[in-house]
């Protein structure tokens, strides 16, 4: 039991809400570079995973800590589906703007909710049932561009990149749920960081792009902040429970609506205002349901 209950919760709170908020300001970073530059999404997904991977390795090296999985099947799916989430969320950045990127990757605890029945064998409840719809209805309003006569090409693939990334996150959370109970974090985390670096620099070989003068900056930016994200989720999940945790966290949707709107000048119509306004009431709705999964979401 900790001696001030209330301190607690405001410290995972306070972690929490600069988690979000780094997140966000990657994605800002991430836009900038990618559109200012020949450096392409792939490129800043490779220095995340590779940042990450130096880091878990020194310390893992320090500690002494043994590196050997136990469940290595649930390890490296999650590893391989989290890598494809980043790699879609960047793509997905780089072609639709930083607030619809950042709502629609935050759809993962939905597909999560939806993916419980065939792990667990749950049953659903009407209300989640509803809530489901809600953000259906939501994830419909950020994407489809018009009521009108819909074609393939009015979607825009950066939307659709940034709502597959959410899927490939629920996967690899799914997965890190089954990893957790037999592997420690640091063996998670190495194996995720490897993978990832190793993946994203297999097609980065025919396209790596030298960042150059301030783009250097950028891709620095948007690759700590991404990674400070990681550390500071995790560090706040000590603190608070998943289910206000999971509340928090959703707290990304308006950071990114924010950020997009003041940097880029995103457009906010009533429609994309209402889809977020839906996808929001869905994730409180649904709360609780992403256990201590979310410290690896992104």
């Known amino acids: 039991m900790h001696a001030f209950p209330g301190l607690t919760m405001f410290k995972g709170l306070l972690f929490l809400l600069l988690a979000e908020l780094s997140f966000a300001l990657s994605t800002v970073f991430a836009k900038i570079v990618t559109t200012t530059s020949p450096v392409p999404a792939i490129e800043l997904t490779f220095f995340r995973f590779l940042l990450g991977f130096v880091g878990?390795?020194?310390?893992?090296?320090?500690?002494?800590?043994?590196?050997?999985?136990?469940?290595?099947?649930?390890?490296s799916l999650r590893a391989v589906f989290n890598t494809a989430a980043v790699m879609c969320f960047f793509l997905g950045i780089e072609?639709?703007?930083?607030?619809?990127?950042?709502?629609?990757?935050?759809?993962?605890?939905?597909?999560?909710?939806?993916?419980?029945?065939?792990?667990?064998?749950?049953?659903?409840?009407?209300?989640?049932?509803?809530?489901?719809l809600f953000a259906v209805a939501g994830m419909y309003l950020v994407i489809i561009p018009s009521f009108g006569g819909l074609s393939p090409g009015d979607i825009n693939r950066g939307d659709l990149f940034s709502l597959l990334s959410g899927a490939f996150a629920a996967v690899a959370i799914t997965s890190l749920r089954q990893a957790r109970k037999s592997d420690e974090t640091h063996v998670i985390?190495?194996?995720?960081?490897?993978?990832?670096?190793?993946?994203?620099?297999?097609?980065?070989?025919?396209?790596?792009?030298?960042?150059r003068g301030p783009v250097v900056i950028h891709v620095v930016a948007a690759t700590t902040a991404s990674v400070a994200g990681q550390v500071?989720?995790?560090?706040?999940?000590?603190?608070?429970?998943?289910?206000?945790?999971?509340?928090?966290?959703?707290?990304?949707?308006?950071?990114?609506?924010?950020?997009?709107?003041?940097?880029?000048?995103?457009?906010?119509?009533?429609?994309?205002?209402?889809g977020a306004g839906l996808i929001l009431l869905s994730l409180i709705g649904l709360s609780g349901i992403g256990k201590r999964g979310e410290d690896m979401a992104q």
């Not at 020194?58 to 390890?75: M, R």
């Open 56 to 75: 878990i390795g020194i310390y893992t090296a320090a500690t002494g800590k043994s590196l050997s999985p136990k469940n290595f099947t649930f390890i």
């Open 95 to 132: 072609q639709t703007t930083v607030s619809k990127a950042n709502m629609l990757n935050m759809t993962y605890p939905v597909f999560v909710f939806i993916m419980a029945p065939l792990v667990t064998g749950e049953r659903i409840s009407t209300r989640s049932i509803l809530l489901l």
């Open 189 to 211: 985390l190495f194996y995720l960081m490897f993978f990832g670096t190793v993946i994203n620099a297999i097609p980065l070989l025919a396209m790596f792009e030298i960042p």
């Open 232 to 274: 500071l989720i995790t560090v706040g999940y000590r603190y608070i429970e998943a289910a206000p945790g999971s509340l928090v966290s959703s707290s990304r949707i308006l950071f990114g609506l924010l950020l997009g709107v003041s940097v880029f000048s995103d457009p906010l119509t009533s429609r994309i205002a209402a």
